[in-house]
């Protein structure tokens, strides 16, 4: 059964540095999507992309986050300067349409120090 | 407000009972879709089941299964027959109209006893 796959498992890295976030959605899938989920707290939307091009963004997802399809299979997130409050779990989904259900990625564990 | 709402923080189930998870919405657009997600301690986001604003029938998937009142804005989900492998956070999520994002609850951590 096709899945979402992400790289690094767990990342670890210094407050300032800069950081990407690899993902490869479901081969058919049309959109995707950048979450995330602090430590014990409820998964927050971050931004959404379709057709090259971010369609929706949240407050959270502000100047210092950037996402990028670089090819045909990989979809990434950059935090280009790591705050203390990024880590997080990070998780990426993708979803055949803007209206089917969305399926997540088993998530990267950013830890900024 | 919360457009999300699940009041049990913690259940503690036998194992093969059932098990009702609760959640109300808020929304005021008439599309929306609902969904269920399951987490377990490895930290995954597995999908479980979805449910459309104009479905006429309870979305069902195997041993779950989604009780939408539409009138109460409640999606709780039922889970028949509950295993230990159950044992997880369950979270909720809403996406409204033609948005893209999903909006998840708090989640409700269940424990199955053996």
């Known amino acids: 059964e096709p899945e979402v796959t992400q790289t690094p498992s767990h990342q670890v890295t210094q407050m300032g540095q800069e950081v990407i976030l690899r993902c490869v959605p479901i081969?058919?899938?049309?959109?995707f999507y950048w979450y995330r989920q602090i430590l014990g707290q409820k998964v927050e939307f971050l931004v959404s992309?379709?057709?090259?091009?971010?369609?929706?963004k949240s407050e959270i997802f502000d100047d210092q986050f950037s996402v990028e399809r670089p090819d045909g299979s990989n979809f990434t997130l950059k935090i280009r300067s790591t705050k203390l409050e990024d880590s997080a779990m990070y998780f990426c989904?993708?979803?055949?349409?803007?209206?089917?259900?969305?399926?997540f990625g088993p998530g990267t564990r950013l830890t900024v120090l | 407000a919360q457009k999300i709402t699940q009041t049990q923080p913690g259940m503690f189930v036998q194992e093969k009972e059932a098990v009702t998870l609760d959640c109300t919405y808020d929304t005021s657009d008439p599309s929306y879709g609902l969904f269920w997600y399951k987490q377990p301690s490895s930290g995954e986001m597995i999908f479980l089941i979805y449910q459309g604003s104009y479905d006429q029938q309870n979305a069902t998937e195997g041993r779950y299964s989604l009780n939408f009142q539409k009138a109460r804005k409640s999606a709780n989900l039922v889970i028949s027959a509950s295993q230990l492998g159950d044992s997880a956070m369950y979270f909720c999520?809403?996406?409204?109209?033609?948005?893209?994002?999903?909006?998840f609850g708090k989640g409700t951590r269940l424990h199955i006893l053996p």
């Open positions: 992309f379709y057709n090259n091009e971010i369609s929706e």
């Open positions: 999520a809403m996406r409204e109209g033609t948005v893209d994002k999903i909006i």
């Open positions: 989904a993708s979803s055949r349409g803007g209206n089917n259900e969305q399926f």
């Open positions: 081969s058919n899938h049309l959109y």
